[in-house]
């Protein structure tokens, strides 16, 4: 299937290593120019390699999306380089595991900035380009944890998480007269070399053969790449009718109702 993204510019955060990086691979196939930022400059260097390599053109800037005015800057240099801005994924997330009580105001201060107010920030700076156009596309890359209860330990990676999905949903309803649509994903467990999951499967094989039977229903762990093809599809115009909606791709390992 033709997902007619051929010549629209996607912006992806975080994209010189892990699952941005999948994702910005994926649209540059599907024939999209992108701009690509993250904190590594030798890491986008990479991607880009990559990027070009497929055939797409593609911006880097070396940023970190917490810093003041980082979104803004990027964005209007998207636009000044590009021409415009159709896509934006905002991608980057981290997380500072502990008992509620455990946990500090820098704790959750440093995780509200990446994995909430970046999001914000980005998505901000783009809905005026996108207003101008009449089109967009604005994806948060949450978690089935912002949908139910990710266990002890991960409080504030389940409050981050559900808060994309929140903020999505409004985005939607106040920007759909724009042309803009806004969804969120919400991944399950996913494995790709190097990735935190990868890492647990090469340490302990047999707890994760546990793992694998007790809660992932189809018997293995998701890749990067078809979580990056969901990515792709909810950007293209052939999703045209989906907005303010969060898609899992999880392989039925959630439980949510909703």
Not at 114 to 124: A, C, E
Not at 240 to 253: E, F, H, K, R, W
Request: charged share 25%.
């Amino acid at each position: 299937m033709d997902l007619g993204l051929t010549g629209k510019v996607a912006l992806v955060t975080g994209a010189s290593r892990g699952l941005g990086r999948y994702f910005a691979l994926q649209l540059a196939r599907e024939g999209c120019q992108l701009a690509i930022c993250a904190r590594s400059r030798e890491g986008l260097a990479d991607t880009a390699q990559e990027i070009e390599a497929i055939g797409a053109t593609v911006m880097t800037r070396d940023l970190d999306v917490t810093a003041e005015g980082s979104a803004e800057a990027m964005v209007e240099e998207t636009v000044e380089k590009c021409g415009r801005v159709d896509i934006l994924v905002n991608n980057v997330g981290g997380n500072r595991r502990g008992r509620v009580e455990e946990t500090t105001d820098e704790d959750w201060d440093a995780m509200l900035d990446l994995n909430f107010k970046s999001h914000l920030r980005f998505s901000r700076a783009v809905i005026g380009p996108m207003r101008t156009q009449q089109e967009g596309v604005i994806l948060f890359i949450s978690s089935i944890f912002g949908r139910e209860a990710g266990g002890k330990g991960l409080s504030i990676y389940n409050t981050t998480k559900s808060a994309l999905i929140s903020l999505a949903k409004i985005m939607a309803l106040e920007l759909a007269g724009d042309g803009i649509r806004v969804n969120s994903i919400a991944p399950g467990s996913i494995r790709f070399p190097g990735g935190s999951w990868d890492k647990r499967c090469i340490d302990d094989p047999e707890g994760m053969a546990e793992f694998i039977e007790q809660k992932l229903p189809l018997g293995r762990f998701g890749t990067a790449e078809e979580l990056a093809n969901v990515v792709a599809f909810l950007a293209s115009p052939r999703a045209s009718l989906v907005t303010g909606a969060c898609i899992n791709v999880d392989g039925g390992q959630s439980h949510s109702l909703i």
